[in-house]
Antibody, heavy 119, light 110 residues
Framework: QVQLQESGPGLVKPSETLSLTCAVS?????????WGWIRQPPGKGLEWIGS???????YYNPSLKSRVTISVDTSKNQFSLRLSSVTAADTAVYYC????????????WGQGTLVTVSS | QSALTQPASVSGSPGQSITISCTGS?????????VSWYQQHPGKAPKLMIY???RRPRGVSDRFSGSKSGNTASLTISGLQAEDEADYYC??????????FGTGTKVTVL
C-alpha cells in the first residue's frame, strides 16, 4: 500500500519560497506511477499544481509555471515542491498524490499540510 | 487553463439517484478519456471514485458510475446514502499534458 506524507514549514513570509517534501513509503518512486502536487485554499476548490513522471518529465499548471519546481529524489524515495515569490493567495492546504495504477488520476493522497503565507 | 464547470450544489433524498455534470472543452474532457471524479469529506483528503471516465478503482461502491458525452462528463450516484454527502470534483487530462480540476459540487442528502 502506497503511503504519502507531506512535510515542511506551516508559515512562509510573502515573497519567500515555499518548500514541501512528500515522503513515499510502500513503493519505490523510481519504479513507475505519476506523482503530483495539488492545493486547496481554505473553503475553495482543488487546484492542480504540477506532476512528475517516472521519466523525470515535469508538467506544471500554466498559471503557476514561472514559480513552480517539482523534483524527485530517488535515493530518499521522495519528491518535492518549490513555489517561489509567494503571496497570501498561495495560502492553502497542499496535498501530494500518486496515480497508482491509474495514470492521469490520483489514487493515493497524503493527508495534506496547511501552508499560510503571512508576515 | 480554466477550471471545468460543475454545478455548485446537488441534492437528493436517500435512495434516489443524482447526477453531477462536468463541462470542459475539446482540449480536455472532450478530447481524452481521462476524466476522474473525487469525493472529499470535510477536513479529509480527496478520494478517487472514478477514473478513465467510467472505471471504478478497487473498493469503490458500484453505486458510483461515470460517463461522458462530447465535452461533458457526468457522475451518477445511485441509491443515495447519508455517507455520500460530500464535495465532488471532476478532473481531466488536457492537450498540453496538464490536468485541470472542476469547480466542485456540494452534494447534500436531504
Amino acid at each position: 500500500q502506497v503511503q504519502l506524507q507531506e512535510s515542511g514549514p506551516g508559515l512562509v513570509k510573502p515573497s519567500e519560497t515555499l518548500s514541501l517534501t512528500c515522503a513515499v513509503s510502500g513503493y519505490s518512486i523510481s519504479n513507475d506511477y505519476y506523482w503530483g502536487w495539488i492545493r486547496q485554499p481554505p473553503g475553495k476548490g482543488l487546484e492542480w499544481i504540477g506532476s512528475v513522471y517516472r521519466s523525470g518529465s515535469t508538467y506544471y499548471n500554466p498559471s503557476l509555471k514561472s514559480r513552480v519546481t517539482i523534483s524527485v529524489d530517488t535515493s530518499k524515495n521522495q519528491f518535492s515542491l518549490r513555489l517561489s515569490s509567494v503571496t497570501a493567495a498561495d495560502t492553502a492546504v497542499y496535498y501530494c498524490a500518486s496515480s497508482g495504477d491509474y495514470y492521469f488520476s490520483f489514487d493515493y493522497w497524503g493527508q495534506g499540510t496547511l501552508v499560510t503565507v503571512s508576515s | 487553463q480554466s477550471a471545468l464547470t460543475q454545478p455548485a450544489s446537488v441534492s437528493g433524498s436517500p435512495g434516489q439517484s443524482i447526477t453531477i455534470s462536468c463541462t470542459g472543452s475539446g482540449s480536455d474532457v472532450g478530447g481524452y478519456n481521462y476524466v476522474s471524479w473525487y469525493q472529499q469529506h470535510p477536513g479529509k483528503a480527496p478520494k478517487l471514485m472514478i477514473y478513465d471516465v467510467s472505471r471504478r478503482p478497487r473498493g469503490v461502491s458500484d453505486r458510483f458510475s461515470g460517463s461522458k458525452s462530447g465535452n461533458t462528463a457526468s457522475l451518477t450516484i445511485s441509491g443515495l446514502q447519508a455517507e455520500d454527502e460530500a464535495d465532488y470534483y471532476c478532473s481531466s487530462y488536457t492537450s498540453t499534458n496538464t490536468q485541470v480540476f472542476g469547480t466542485g459540487t456540494k452534494v447534500t442528502v436531504l
